[in-house]
């Protein structure tokens, strides 16, 4: 019963959703403000029957209704709880009812939050969500209903896929379709700006605390998976240019590009045209992820669909979609009139440079994912681009984007002056020569690529700790001084500087763990100690385990076992007999210098045992770093000036008359 | 400052330099970083140059898989159920590696006759079919629809 309510609330949200895109966007042409004001009203209850729709989804999950197909194909009662509630989106049916949910709450925040933004401009990017909403819900009704019942009930589910039963894996999808789809309030703020055929720096303002929300999440959710893949598929990587974690990639490179060039828009009024297209090919992206990722196109772990028709629907809805918003761009594109004027050398310049250099890499990794795809598709061959692909692409493109970060906070607006900057930073480049002699000292013999990244860190670390000195006049004046320089230093200084360490921790971490990994692999015999880079493993045998929902082996190492301060690691192998599926569990001993990682693998005739074990030298600092970039994107997004219309409401008053006299 | 029409090319030559870079990059990367498929009827057909990295992918056949002594070294043989292949591979297997269980490897051909991987790849749940090896039981008649 209450599935099929949520069934009807489904259905209804999907009425809503075809009132609330043509009445506001009727109503906006008109400049009649009932039609436009219904806008809200249907936003706020799309948002309203779709949490209905979830919660029903939830209910029958957490109950254990197998009369549910999707329910019996996807769950057990023997799961814990939260597997069973995460076991809502850790399907296709699901996950898109949580895309839509979110798609929904985005359409109220805007309600909520907008209260400022002129009428038609909220009237026409609510009408804009909505066909998006229209888009994914008939989807969603269509070919991939998560309420269809099924005859006969079976008495227990199938099971949701072990690898999925984790931690990380329960929170990664929701925060990864909150950037996702958060990038959708970019893109509908500029199609609403070009149907408009205005963009000031006003609406660069409402755009990029939108921008700032989806880029966060975005982050989070990317380490979360990258994080899952690491301790889950027991590989010791943490990426691995697979597909589907390029799908995500994507959108956060372009959305990266966004942020930064939505600065340029908001401050200097100009790079109008290009914001906009930037904002268009974000969330292109992100919905090219979702075809990738869900359509069967790719087979992987995220693959839960492999039915033609949606895959077809899919892309037929993403060719709507990009081409209709690329052709409306075309077509309004040479009216934004462009404003600021600045010179090569100047803060705009370097932004600029910044998304030549995003985007650039943005296009390499869509060609790498595509490109065999078109071979597959002309039928020339099977191919696969992998890593290698990626890496000799990358490191010479980021690089200088690095680099970039390093002198980012030194450059002025406008015109900066050349020799200025580099007297500014020419302390930062002492030190970092420091750090980069010290790298080299220690790493002698092994790749330079090593120190190269390292060296890149320091430089964007130091100048951030550099520049933040300077302004509060650390040292130079009393600290009492100091102290009020930086309460009056903007959140959005911090929130940039706070990111841009992030940054540095991930360079650091991804340079050393990719440089310096020790990996042995070697069968062991109880007792015996191994030396991987300077840390003695002894290994002390293996025992049977019976979990909740799986039985299998437990191996025990112990590390520098003797001192004090021993590690102890407990690899497992299971085995789920529901799914009849194995899975291995690394053991992992996180730290500052870096990780311990240790899998199990057979057992050989002669009792000793199969093991992989690994030193990950900095590995934490990706997902620290991650988190530190997405902290700074919530303290930038903290900042008064952000919040949108509070100090500005007498200029949106202005902006509001200068609409409605142009309508 | 400067003027509109001069900031324009600035802005088309650096997108341009940064393009050409990028396009640079990706063929340099290309060239060396492919890999191609084959299924081993493929292989049985059109002899590789050795160096060449390739992917080879099929079902473990029954019975074929033989552990070498130091416990670390498998041998096993690749089959699309007309022609098989004989692959090594030192290392830990995928749990989810068995007999009878569509797997893809990457590596060099050793001979003819012979694979050496450095890959193994036999992810996901038992009822996942690589689409490649799908793709090469079908070619080689083999496909029986009831796998699906």
């Known amino acids: 019963m209450i599935s099929e309510i949520g069934h009807i609330a489904l259905i209804l949200s999907l009425t809503i959703a075809l009132v609330q895109g043509t009445a506001p966007m009727i109503g906006a042409a008109r400049g009649d403000g009932q039609l ?30 197998f009369s549910l197909a999707n329910v019996a194909q996807n769950s057990h009662s023997a799961k814990p709880m939260l597997y069973k509630i995460a076991g809502v989106w850790g399907n296709h049916e699901g996950s898109l009812l949580l895309w839509v949910l979110i798609l929904a709450t985005f359409g109220a925040a805007v309600v909520f939050f907008g209260g ?14 909505a066909f998006i909403a229209v888009g994914f819900l008939s989807f969603t009704l269509f070919t991939s209903n998560p309420f269809e019942r099924l005859f006969p009930v079976p008495l ?17 999808p929701p925060f990864l379709y909150l950037g996702y789809v958060g990038f959708s309030i970019a893109f509908s703020f500029a199609i609403a700006a070009l149907i408009e055929g205005r963009v000031d720096a006003a609406w660069a303002r409402w755009v990029r605390p939108w921008t700032l929300v989806a880029w966060s ?12 893949a690491y301790y889950e598929l027991g590989w010791g990587g943490w990426w691995f240019w697979d597909p589907v974690e390029n799908a995500s990639f994507m959108p956060w490179l372009a959305g990266t590009a966004l942020l ?49 028709a949606r ?17 409306l761009f075309a077509i309004r594109a040479p009216q934004l009139k462009s404003g600021g004027l600045f010179s090569p050398v100047s803060r705009e310049g370097g932004l600029v440079l910044n998304n030549l250099l995003l985007t650039s890499a943005a296009a390499t990794v869509l060609l790498g994912t595509l490109y065999p795809l078109f071979v597959d598709a002309l039928g020339i061959g099977k191919i696969s681009v992998g890593p290698p692909y990626f890496n000799t692409v990358f490191i010479p493109l980021m690089t200088p984007l690095v680099v970039l970060a390093g002198i980012a906070p030194v450059l002025t607006w406008k015109r900066a002056d050349l020799y200025g900057v580099f007297l500014r930073m020419k302390f930062v480049a002492i030190l970092t020569l420091l750090v980069v002699a010290w790298c080299l000292y220690e790493t002698w013999g092994s ?9 890149l860190s320091a430089w964007v670390g130091i100048g951030v700790l550099v520049d933040m000195g300077a302004r509060v006049g650390l040292f130079r004046d009393r600290i009492r001084v100091s102290l009020s320089k930086a309460m009056r230093t903007p959140r959005s200084i911090y929130g940039m500087n706070v990111a841009h360490i992030g940054l540095a921790f991930l360079v650091a971490g991804i340079t050393a763990s990719s440089a310096w990994r020790t990996e042995v692999l070697r069968v062991v015999q109880v007792g015996e100690t191994v030396s991987v880079s300077g840390y003695e493993f002894v290994f002390h045998g293996v025992e049977k385990i019976q979990g909740p929902n799986y039985s299998g082996e437990r191996g025990h190492f112990s590390v520098n076992g003797d001192t004090r301060d021993a590690i102890q690691l407990f690899p497992e192998n299971r085995f789920y007999p529901v799914q009849q599926q194995p899975t291995t569990e690394a053991a992992i001993y996180t730290s500052w210098r870096g990780d311990l990682y240790a899998v199990l693998g057979e057992p050989d005739a002669q009792g000793g045992w199969s093991a992989r074990l690994y030193f990950n030298p900095l590995v934490a600092w990706i997902w620290l770093g991650a988190l530190v970039m997405a902290l700074g994107g919530a303290i930038s997004l903290s900042d008064r000036r952000h919040r949108v219309g509070a100090p500005h409401r007498i200029m949106s008053g202005k902006a509001n008359n200068r609409v409605a006299t142009n309508v | 400052m400067m003027a509109p029409k001069r900031r324009r090319l600035y802005l088309v030559g650096g997108g341009m330099t940064s393009l050409g870079l990028a396009v640079c990059l990706v063929i340099f990367a290309f060239q060396d970083n492919l890999v191609f498929f084959y299924s081993p009827s493929e292989l049985a057909k059109q002899p590789l140059a050795a160096e060449q990295r390739i992917r080879v992918g099929g079902l473990v056949q029954e019975g074929s898989v033989v552990s070498e002594g130091d416990g670390l070294t498998t041998r096993f043989r690749i089959t699309d159920l007309s022609e098989s292949i004989a692959v090594t591979y030192t290392g830990i297997l995928p749990s989810l590696f068995r007999e009878g269980q569509g797997v893809i490897v990457q590596g060099y051909l050793q001979s003819p006759e012979s694979f050496v991987a450095d890959e193994v790849l036999a992810k ?20 029986k629809e009831s796998r699906d």
């Open chain 1, 116 to 129: 400022n933004l002129p009428p038609t401009l909220c009237a026409r990017v609510l009408a804009v969500q």
């Open chain 1, 260 to 308: 930064h060039s939505a600065i340029v828009c908001e401050k200097r009024d100009a790079l109008k045209a290009w914001t906009i297209l930037l904002a268009i090919v974000t969330f292109s992206l992100s919905l090219l992820g979702t075809f990738l990722v869900r359509s069967g196109v790719l087979t992987s772990v995220h693959a839960f669909a492999t039915d033609p």
């Open chain 1, 217 to 228: 999440f975005l982050t989070i959710g990317i380490a979360l998976g990258s994080w899952w």
């Open chain 1, 36 to 65: 436009m004001a219904i806008g809200k009203t249907a936003a706020l209850l799309q948002f309203f029957f779709i949490s209905i729709a979830f919660l029903a989804l939830m209910n029958a999950y957490v109950t254990s209704d």
């Open chain 1, 311 to 327: 895959g077809v629907f899919i892309l037929a809805f993403l060719v709507v979609v990009v081409g209709g918003s690329l052709a």
């Open chain 1, 447 to 455: 790749t330079f690529l090593g120190t190269l990244g390292i060296g």
């Open chain 2, 124 to 143: 996901h749940d038992e009822n996942y079919m690589p689409p490649e090896v799908a793709e090469a039981l079908k070619q080689s008649g083999q496909w």
């Open chain 1, 156 to 172: 227990d589910g199938n099971g949701l896929n072990p690898l999925l039963q984790d931690p990380g894996l329960a929170f990664h």
